[in-house]
């Protein structure tokens, strides 16, 4: 099935530093999301964003929805350990048999 | 803490063992999902109830029995298991399929097949 396009595979960045991560697709989404996942856990909703141009805030992370609906970009600052995990984007659809499309995730390291 | 609940955590089961993964939600949600998930890759749709009525099967091994006995209870019933089904298998819940509000899943049961 489609996938979101999500790269680099791994990041590594230092304590302290902020960190980008985008995701994009071919096709255009009504509802972008991203998602955490720690070791031995589910994901975990960070951010949901429901409209083109959206710019939401929740603690240190930031996520935008992008005008033309076919990416999304996710924003830590001031990163610490916690920080560590498999971040995944998420794309929906309105619609009956809507599903979720997932990127392949990037793997967050945080050095201290 | 996840409003999804998953049981059992870990399951370790031979080829020709049958079990039951069991997952509730009290959010009144009235969609639900199975997922697999193998390590360092995304979920992959098995299964979506919706209003306890199959909606979507995506192509899955009849060797998976999904059942969904009231709006907060979901389970996969699981028989002769090959060992490349072993993987985390993730529930998720949302308001309905279709609606624009996002799922929120459980931890999961970690599935070994011997």
């Known amino acids: 099935g489609q996938q979101l396009n999500q790269s680099p595979q791994s990041m590594f960045i230092q304590e302290g530093e902020d960190v980008s991560m985008n995701c994009t697709s071919s096709?255009?989404?009504?509802?972008w999301l991203w998602y955490k996942q720690d070791p031995g856990e589910g994901p975990v909703l960070l951010i949901a964003l429901y409209k083109a141009g959206e710019l939401t805030s929740n603690g240190r992370l930031t996520a935008q929805f992008g005008i033309t609906r076919k990416d999304s970009f996710l924003n830590i600052s001031a990163s610490i350990p916690s920080d560590v995990g498999i971040y995944f984007c998420a794309g929906q659809r309105t619609g009956a048999n809507s599903k979720l499309t997932f990127g392949k995730g990037i793997t967050l390291s945080v050095r201290p | 803490d996840t409003e999804v609940t998953q049981t059992p955590k870990h399951l370790v089961m031979g080829m020709t063992n049958k079990k039951s993964l069991k997952c509730e939600q009290h959010m009144g949600h009235r969609a639900m999902y199975w997922y697999k998930q193998k390590a360092k890759k995304p979920p992959e749709l098995m299964f979506v109830?919706?209003?306890?009525?199959?909606?979507i099967n995506e192509s899955v091994p009849s060797r998976f029995s999904p059942e969904c006995p009231n709006s907060s209870l979901l389970n996969l019933h699981l028989h002769a298991l090959q060992p490349e089904d072993s993987a985390l298998y993730l529930c998720a819940s949302s308001q309905g399929q279709g609606h624009n509000q996002p799922q929120h899943f459980g931890d999961g049961t970690r599935l070994s097949i011997l």
């Open positions: 109830y919706s209003y306890e009525k199959l909606s």
């Open positions: 096709s255009i989404f009504n509802t």
